[in-house]
């Protein structure tokens, strides 16, 4: 049994880097996203007429956009994705499935290149024209959509290159011909073709590998969050002095009409000011991207950190953590229902991280904390390898999402994975598992609290204590810490 796409296919974990692609876990969907301003950015002859290709599929839509009133039929045949969930990488906390591109995102991108951006491919600010920009003028659509739509332009690229590296290293027996309806868009017929690919083979379904030099972390190097942001620098890039003004009056009187007398406005009136004056002035959105793609040799770098480290996360220190279990017969086959279950999975998290050297995993390289709950919560998926129980995440029984909901048969526990810097923590822990236990018939329910230091160890302390909950055994504290550890030569 493997956690990862090298152990399940025992390849070589050097031979995949070389190769460039990323070492995805093939338990759980790992928070990376293809940023298709590192497909422009690229030296790569290849990258660069993916890019192209895209720009083409969207000039297509514009002109579509332009022509009249389209069906629903068509907006869903043109602009709605599944998410290509065979590549592993996304939000998902359990498995690899995901809600794709729907009908709202359709006929948000259809309204843009109808009205707003009717100009796209044409543009004379920027260098090149970008996906990204008809995603920027509204909120809600974000670096999972942008991937989604980029991944399945270029799926047929992602299956070649998957196809070339199971071929040079995988064997007959672990590949079949898999059919993908929808490969490769025709522009002269205006219809999707089907191709078919030889591609690796694991628990029913097939696997895509995504080179890391087209990927990235958080957000795309061209996102709306930027923009808005440093929307006060955005008009430093405009050469015309009487537009210039204007930006700069209206903004001023967006601002007025938001922010509350006689008080300085808040960063979220200026960002709302911002946004009204992007709407007035869709032309800004041109001079941010001219911004961005004059620095745009550091996407690249920043791009590949954020990679390296989520593989330094996720997948080779993970190993640290599973490998000392793979050596012990009965780990995965606990007795005792899913409540003795979560509670050995976490105490084995709690003594490798502790213990073991694996607090590592939640320091960046310059050791300051990476405090993300979703990094908290993959990680904890993560560890329930080889589990005969059903694990749901984010499951919603009526009185809100919880963690995780660990089933066998009609026995249920529910956990959460909190950080000690969570500010509503208090109230959650007084109320929230109880009520998630009532909705989801569960059994048990248990809270594990990850911290970082010393003050976040005594807030916990004290908040227990507080709530008459010092002793409770179903909350789980797990030290983080690094100041209380050996150093790294010595551990």
């Not at 793609?293 to 550091?298: A, C, K, R, S």
Request: proline content about 3%; glycine content about 6%; some cysteine.
């Amino acid at each position: 049994m493997g956690t990862f796409f090298t152990d399940t296919f025992g390849v070589d974990q050097e031979t995949l880097e070389a190769y460039g692609a990323f070492d995805i876990s093939l338990i759980n969907d790992l928070p990376l996203f293809i940023d298709p301003f590192l497909l422009f950015q690229s030296e790569r002859d290849e990258y660069q007429a993916l890019h192209q290709q895209i720009i083409d599929y969207l000039v297509f839509l514009r002109d579509r956009a332009a022509a009249g009133p389209v069906s629903e039929g068509m907006l869903r045949n043109w602009y709605c994705f599944p998410e290509i969930k065979q590549n592993w990488l996304g939000f998902s906390l359990v498995g690899n499935g995901g809600s794709g591109l729907g009908i709202d995102f359709a006929r948000e991108l259809h309204a843009n290149l109808g009205a707003v951006f009717s100009d796209f491919g044409g543009e004379k600010i920027t260098e090149s024209s970008h996906l990204e920009k008809v995603c920027l003028i509204a909120d809600g659509v974000g670096r999972d959509n942008i991937s989604d739509f980029v991944t399945n332009l270029i799926q047929d690229f992602l299956c070649l290159y998957t196809e070339e590296f199971a071929k040079a290293h995988l064997s007959a027996d672990q590949v079949r011909s898999v059919s993908i309806d929808r490969a490769v868009f025709n522009l002269d017929t205006e219809s999707w073709q089907r191709r078919t690919y030889r591609l690796p083979w694991h628990q029913g379904d097939f696997i895509l590998l995504t080179p890391k030099d087209m990927l990235t972390r958080d957000e795309n190097w061209i996102n709306r969050g930027d923009m808005i942001e440093g929307f006060e620098r955005i008009p430093t890039a405009i050469p015309d002095e009487q537009l210039r003004a204007s930006v700069a009056n209206y903004f001023r009187l967006a601002l007025s009409r938001r922010a509350k007398p006689k008080k300085p406005p808040t960063a979220a009136e200026r960002h709302a000011a911002a946004a009204d004056t992007i709407r007035q002035f869709p032309a800004l959105i041109d001079y941010y991207i001219k911004l961005k793609e004059m620095t745009g040799d550091d996407a690249a770098d920043l791009s590949a950190e954020k990679v390296l480290l989520t593989e330094i996360f996720f997948s080779h220190r993970l190993r640290e953590i599973l490998r000392p279990q793979l050596q012990q017969a009965g780990f995965y086959q606990i007795a005792g229902g899913t409540y003795a279950e979560a509670h050995a999975r976490l105490a084995y998290l709690k003594h490798a991280i502790e213990d073991q050297g694996c607090w590592r995993i939640f320091y960046d390289q310059d050791d300051n904390p990476v405090e993300r709950e979703r990094d908290v919560q993959v990680l904890f998926r993560l560890v329930w390898f080889g589990t005969e129980s059903d694990i749901g995440a984010e499951a919603n029984d009526g009185r809100g999402p919880v963690d995780f909901k660990v089933s066998r048969g009609r026995n249920k526990t529910l956990v959460e994975m909190k950080l000690a810097k969570n500010s509503k923590l208090e109230a959650n822990l007084q109320k929230q598992v109880e009520t998630y236990q009532v909705a989801a018939d569960a059994e048990r329910g248990i809270k594990a609290i990850v911290f970082f230091s010393y003050q976040q160890l005594k807030r916990v302390q004290d908040i227990l204590k507080r709530l008459k909950l010092e002793n409770n055994p179903d909350i789980v504290l797990i030290d983080a810490r690094s100041d209380n550890k050996p150093s790294a030569s010595k551990a």
